[in-house]
């Protein structure tokens, strides 16, 4: 005699509430607007620690959803949530030499750390990081340069061979997570800016996240996937001790205050002072030229 096939029982979801959908949706948005520009993981991290999701891949998803959802209707400016992972290739082109004139004018900028004592750089472990810090760098004329994991050699070196003829003292602001594979990451680019530029006496300093903000901040985090990891400056296997917490558990506006201050203390601001000075003066005449061209 055959036997029955055996059928699976059916699962059957708690669905939420139009209230508590509700209730999540002016959650989240309050999240993006007190951090914007942000990221989906930023915010899905604001959400965790507010108990709005819990956190797991569908919580993540929630967040995702609704965000998603709250732009598509306008609810949520798509701007006040960035993503630097897609971007387009295009050289600049004008229509005339009074455009040409026009956009210079109004977009000219000089060059802050040309002929300062110093130079600043940052760099950081995802596109995301990069998308909540570029208002920041962008302010103090900061080259920043985000990682996908693991950084390659072209990309290592294309930064390095700028460091051979510019004897300045150099400070690279590194912004990661704080678990082995973030440490890993860090020291690996560490030893190859070093190794390609031929410069040791790169001042490579972790601005965030590091154990110091995990317990001031009382970040949460999750079990290390490594209990070690190779320093790749030193050489040295380094024993790792507590949680793993991503760079993202840290809100956007507190990232881009310290860096902001970490920025500005590197800055000659008498000399940044009279630069703006110099650089409205010729904002005018090229906005004049233009005047004159059309």
């Known amino acids: 005699m055959t036997e029955p096939a055996y059928e699976g029982g059916h699962v059957k979801r708690q669905r939420a509430t139009k209230a508590e959908m509700q209730h999540r949706y002016d959650a989240l948005y309050e999240i993006v607007r007190e951090n914007k520009p942000t990221g989906i ?3 899905y991290y604001r959400a965790t620690t507010r108990g709005v ?4 891949d569908s ?36 229509g005339s030499v009074e455009e040409l004139l026009a956009d210079a004018g109004a977009s000219y900028r000089r060059a802050l750390w ?6 600043v750089e940052v760099w950081c472990e995802s596109e995301s990081v990069a998308g909540v810090l570029y208002p920041t760098t962008a302010k103090w004329d900061v080259p920043l340069h985000p990682l996908k994991g693991q950084t390659s050699d072209s990309f290592a070196w294309g930064a390095a061979v700028q460091y051979r003829d510019d004897p300045r003292p ?31 006496d790169i001042e490579f300093l972790r601005l965030a996240v590091d154990f110091g903000d995990v317990q001031q901040l009382g970040l949460t985090g999750t079990t290390p996937k490594k209990p ?27 990232l881009r205050r310290w860096l902001d201050a970490c920025i500005s203390d590197k ?15 010729e904002r005018e005449i090229l906005l004049r030229m233009a005047g004159e061209a059309s």
């Open 170 to 200: 150099l400070t690279i602001f590194y912004l990661g997570d704080h678990d082995p594979a973030g440490y890993e990451i860090e020291t690996n680019l560490h030893a190859k800016l070093v190794e390609f530029s031929g410069r040791v």
């Open 267 to 281: 800055v000659d601001h008498e000399a940044l002072r009279l630069l703006r000075v110099a650089e409205e003066s």
């Open 41 to 43: 993981r930023f915010c």
């Open 228 to 254: 070690s990891y190779r320093d790749k400056v030193t050489g040295g296997l380094v024993p790792w001790h507590g949680p793993a917490v991503e760079v993202e558990a840290v809100d956007p506006p507190m």
């Open 114 to 119: 040309r002929d300062s004592e110093s130079v």
């Open 59 to 94: 919580g993540y998803n929630m967040v995702q959803r609704a965000i998603l959802d709250m732009r598509r209707s306008g609810r949520i400016p798509w701007h006040w949530v960035v993503d630097s992972s897609r971007w387009m290739r295009k050289p600049d082109t004008w």
């Open 53 to 56: 999701v819990a956190k797991t």
